[in-house]
């Protein structure tokens, strides 16, 4: 009985990443048909859909205005019911950013549903960008700087977009 077991395990799991591929070529898809404001996503290779690249062009009126920040999307074989695993590749100076790409965002942990989408993900993302959580951060000196000498944390923050974002 143990090898039919496996052999229905195996069944199972190709049928859960066969569900997360549709969703994630309709999502491409959808990309491609209406794209969200200042960014753009797509696989890294075609022949893997479940890495992706995204761009993010820095807000204006924020410190990473004329920026452009690189993704990395990875989406685990259960999409959409987990979420998938995105970190920054370009450094940038963000309290909700660690120094590995990390990012600090509900809907990327505990507030994630399966309703949620990669065009909406990135857009809250680029939100964060506009309005960091200095009171979630995953810098904390970061978060300080901005919360006592704002001035000086977006001159620091526009210092980085120039030297690592363009």
């Known amino acids: 009985s143990t090898p ?3 052999r229905c395990e195996t069944s199972c799991w190709r049928t859960e990443e066969e569900m ?22 797509g696989p890294v290779n075609p022949s893997d859909f479940f890495k992706w690249q995204a761009t993010i062009m820095g807000p204006n009126d924020s410190p990473y ?5 690189f993704l990395e999307i990875t989406f685990p074989q259960d999409y959409p019911f987990k979420p998938p695993k995105i970190k920054f590749q370009t450094k940038i100076y963000h309290c909700n950013v660690n120094d590995k790409g990390g990012i600090c965002l509900d809907i ?6 399966p309703a949620l989408t990669i065009s909406k993900v990135l857009l ?3 939100s964060l960008l506009t309005d960091p959580n200095p009171d979630d ?6 978060a300080k700087l901005y919360k006592e000498n704002r001035k000086k944390h977006d ?12």
């Open 4 to 6: 039919i077991l496996r």
């Open 20 to 41: 997360a591929l549709k969703r994630i070529k309709k999502e491409l898809q959808d990309l491609g048909t209406h794209p969200p404001e200042n960014c753009s996503a």
């Open 65 to 69: 205005q004329d920026g452009v920040f």
């Open 108 to 113: 990327l942990k505990d507030n994630w549903s």
């Open 124 to 126: 809250s993302i680029c």
């Open 137 to 142: 951060p995953l810098v904390p000196e970061i």
């Open 155 to 166: 001159k620091t923050a526009q210092e980085w977009t120039t030297k690592y974002a363009r």
